[in-house]
Antibody
Framework: QVKLLQSGAALVKPGDSVKMSCKASGYTFTDHIIQWVKQSHGKSLEWIGYINSYSGTLYNEKFKSKATLTVDKSSSTAYMEFSRLTSEDSAIYYC?????????????WGPGTMVTVSS | EIVLIQSPTTMAASPGERVTLTCLASSSVNFMYWYQQKSSASPKLLIHYTSILASGVPDRFSGSGSGTSYSLTIRSMEAEDAAVYYCLQLTSTPWTFGGGTTLELK
């Protein structure tokens, strides 16, 4: 069955970077794209961007200088690095699957990676 | 950026009650997508292309709407439907979610 396995929770210091992973299984990785979504504590969802298996990306302008999306097609794993962290970046980060144009909706989500930024 | 406003913010419904949640968009969108999030879980796709139920979703859920006004209806509330519901627009980037409606069991 479809699985998106995300890396474990991270506690990082302000100003540091964090890199999280999303390993896909149970489907053909190259037929889908990986979306990334932020959920701050108790708040709604924000779309960060997406990456396809050929490293094509689209970012929400709000996160363009904050997030870097990469992919390793050989291991069916997508990565997101968040840089220059502040307390505002403390959140749960989800990866989710989409089929791509015109089926952009996120049909399956990973369990999320909780990032806490604290000195 | 298209802003989605969901209402009500919070509501409670009794078992068997009909529930309607709304999502208003600041500009016209082609379709609306609905997600359900239960506490400590990741969001789950309920409805795509405004009215198509995702696989495995009970048929007591339905979606409708067009332009700037969309709704999600639960025909008969069940205890397992207590959750937060989000709408999502994919018409123009940045793709945006509504603020969510918390649905509680009365």
């Amino acid at each position: 069955q479809v699985k998106l396995l995300q890396s474990g929770a991270a506690l990082v210091k302000p100003g540091d970077s964090v890199k999280m992973s999303c390993k896909a299984s149970g489907y053909t990785f190259t037929d889908h794209i990986i979306q990334w979504v932020k959920q701050s504590h108790g708040k709604s969802l924000e779309w960060i961007g997406y990456i396809n298996s050929y490293s094509g990306t689209l970012y929400n302008e709000k996160f363009k200088s904050k997030a870097t999306l990469t992919v390793d097609k050989s291991s069916s794993t997508a990565y997101m690095e968040f840089s220059r962290l502040t307390s505002e970046d403390s959140a749960i980060y989800y990866c989710a699957r989409s089929r791509g144009y015109p089926y952009w909706y996120f049909d399956f989500w990973g369990p999320g990676t909780m990032v806490t930024v604290s000195s | 950026e298209i802003v989605l406003i969901q209402s009500p913010t919070t509501m409670a419904a009794s078992p068997g009650e009909r529930v309607t949640l709304t999502c208003l968009a600041s500009s016209s969108v082609n379709f609306m997508y609905w997600y359900q999030q239960k506490s400590s879980a990741s969001p789950k796709l309920l409805i795509h292309y405004t009215s198509i139920l995702a696989s495995g979703v009970p048929d007591r859920f339905s979606g409708s709407g067009s332009g700037t006004s969309y709704s999600l209806t639960i025909r008969s509330m069940e205890a397992e439907d207590a959750a937060v519901y989000y709408c999502l627009q994919l018409t123009s980037t940045p793709w945006t979610f509504g603020g969510g409606t918390t649905l509680e069991l009365k």
